[in-house]
């Protein structure tokens, strides 16, 4: 059974930072690529983030993205996490982790997510 609890979202302003945490159960975190996505009202979920499996020597972001947020990974606590800076208000969304799925819209196991809203 898929358990995945995101954290660390809030309210910050244009330019702030958030680090988001997503405590993964075992199954789902081991030998698994982990990935970040987010969803905002009447679109699709996005990815916008992942991280290899083992040590997390490889990552990749979504061209949105990419300079501002950085994915890790820490086995020991099964966790995954996702810092971003520079936020933007574009930024807004309810953010999920999850293992990397190249089509988020056929998957139904989630979390509740957490939400990030970037005020101007």
């Known amino acids: 059974q898929v358990q995945l609890v995101e954290s660390g979202g809030g309210l910050v302003q244009d330019g702030g930072s958030l680090r988001l945490s997503c405590a993964a159960s075992?199954?789902?975190?081991?030998?698994?690529?982990m990935a970040w996505y987010r969803q905002v009202p009447g679109k699709q979920r996005e990815l916008i983030a992942f991280?290899?499996?083992?040590?997390?020597?490889?990552?990749n972001y979504a061209d949105s993205v990419k300079g501002r947020f950085t994915i890790s990974r820490d086995s020991a606590k099964r966790t995954v996490y996702l810092q971003m800076n520079s936020l933007k208000p574009e930024d807004t969304a309810v953010y999920y982790c999850n293992i990397y799925l190249s089509d988020p819209a056929l998957w139904q196991h989630w979390g509740q997510g957490t939400q990030v809203t970037v005020s101007s």
């Open positions: 991280i290899s499996s083992g040590s997390g020597s490889t990552t």
């Open positions: 075992g199954s789902t975190f081991r030998g698994n690529v």
